[in-house]
């Protein structure tokens, strides 16, 4: 989730032709597509093993504090409380965020390679695990929080997170297990022009259950095991299915940016951000506010940063905004956050990657898609296809990521290319054996059915 920083007023929105055109702006020639990894881990205190609240001596305030210290990040403030940390003006580098259960995030600079992004995920690590170290502060790498209750966890201070804490439950029944309790990976990617964008979100959405079932690591909920595989993706399925789900409208003919625009329009609204605070419009229409007609601000229109804003509020399996946003994959250890922007970037960067693995996917049908998406959750790679498996379809679509990898020729220092980083990938679907699963086994073995031991094991 995005953190909005003050600065100029943004231009005023006079027609959804500006709506369209906000958007068509993210279009990159090839030569300046960049790879944007975003990742959030649990926060724990290591002799407990309870979460860390925002404030105190070894609060989550103390850890960002120290991180200004040690390693020249800079706050971002609402109020009197720091909420974000970001590199200095001159420096590069991405944000530190905060989820709304205190799950921090690393939001990376927009990077040329795998290799580029996997050094600053290693950079990232060694410093909060630097200073998670002297605070007894942990982090917890799965997809969903394997103890704490709803009631233990605690809240962060931000003040979009509390509009969307009251009005969740009004659309959704685990809208905020979602916000509380689940932690992901992304990535951001580019797109050349509104056909390569068209081609590029069809692909992933399609694709997006078998991303979530070869990162499925979420199968515990308050010290047992919860039926799922991955939690995460199960809980997003009672969100709020107006601003979630898989879209089948990508699929018609026709699609394109203005098409996304009307959907996005119909998406209520949760807040709009004036003079540093967030007004509480949630359930509002911004149809109605681009026509001056929003109940809460009478007159009042919107500017190309309300739309921005609002876009950050849609949560559907891929998101697009000025990129295209990959949303399918439960948190993981750091192999794993190199590995999911790879297994993207090798199927969507690479020409015939892209073809490849559209052939694979046209001919699904908006109820196979949408069923694929619902039986994942649970079964993870022994889900049902057609006449095969999602193992067996996750083998085929690691095939030409690895290939379109290959064909990008980025090497790093020991001549090695992109292709290393879906190694964990590779054996899990090689073996049938997600994270999940070996979380299941050591639970019922070595752990004799105590959750406790995770935190150990599956820390970073």
Not at 19 to 45: M, Q, S
Not at 69 to 90: F, M, Q, S, T, V
Not at 101 to 123: K, Y
Request: with cysteine; hydrophobic share 40%; proline share 5%.
């Amino acid at each position: 989730m995005s953190t909005r920083q003050d600065g100029a007023k943004s231009p005023p929105v006079r027609s959804e032709t500006d709506l369209v055109a906000w958007i068509a702006a993210g279009e990159k020639p090839k030569a300046d597509w960049r790879i944007g990894t975003e990742h959030e881990k649990f926060v724990f205190h290591t002799d407990t093993l309870t979460p860390v609240p925002y404030e105190g001596d070894r609060g989550i305030r103390a850890l960002m504090e120290q991180l200004m210290a040690r390693y020249d990040w800079e706050p971002i403030k609402e109020g009197d409380n720091i909420i974000a940390l970001k590199r200095p003006d001159a420096a590069p580098g991405g944000t530190i965020s905060l989820e709304p259960g205190g799950q921090f995030e690393l939001s990376g600079a927009p990077l040329r390679s795998l290799h580029e992004t996997c050094a600053e995920t290693q950079e990232h690590l060694f410093e909060v695990l630097s200073v998670g170290e002297d605070l007894g502060i942990g982090f917890l790498g799965v997809g969903f929080s394997p103890k704490w209750t709803l009631e233990e966890t605690p809240h962060m201070p931000k003040a979009r997170y509390k509009v969307m804490t009251r009005y969740m439950p009004e659309v959704g029944k685990r809208g905020l297990d979602m916000m509380y309790r689940t932690t992901t990976i992304q990535v951001n990617l580019d797109f050349a022009s509104e056909a390569d964008m068209v081609k590029k979100l069809r692909v992933s959405l399609a694709l997006q259950p078998i991303a979530t079932a070869i990162f499925a690591s979420s199968p515990f909920t308050e010290g047992q095991p919860n039926g799922f595989k991955s939690l995460r993706s199960e809980v997003w399925r009672e969100t709020d299915k107006r601003r979630t789900g898989m879209l089948p409208f990508v699929f018609e003919d026709g699609m394109g940016y203005a098409r996304y625009v009307d959907y996005a329009l119909d998406v209520p609204m949760y807040f709009v951000y004036r003079d540093g605070r967030y007004i509480d419009v949630a359930g509002a229409s911004f149809r109605d506010f681009l026509a001056g007609k929003l109940s809460a601000m009478p007159g009042e229109h919107p500017t190309l940063d309300d739309w921005s804003d609002h876009l950050t509020t849609l949560f559907p399996e891929v998101r697009l905004k000025r990129f295209l946003e990959m949303r399918g994959a439960d948190g993981g250890r750091w192999r794993r956050i190199c590995a999911l922007p790879a297994f993207w970037v090798g199927l969507l960067y690479d020409e015939t990657s892209l073809d490849a693995a559209w052939d694979l996917v046209k001919s699904w049908t908006d109820e196979e898609r949408e069923a694929l998406r619902n039986a994942v959750p649970r079964e993870a790679l022994a889900t049902r296809f057609r006449d095969t498996t999602v193992q067996e379809i996750a083998r085929e679509v690691l095939r030409i990521s690895h290939a379109g990898l290959r064909r990008r020729q980025q090497l790093n220092r020991k001549s090695q290319d992109e292709t290393i980083f879906l190694a964990p990938l590779e054996a899990a679907v090689a073996s049938g054996r997600t994270v999940a699963d070996e979380l299941l086994e050591r639970f019922h073995g070595s752990w004799n059915g105590r959750i406790d031991h995770i935190f150990a094991e599956f820390a970073f």
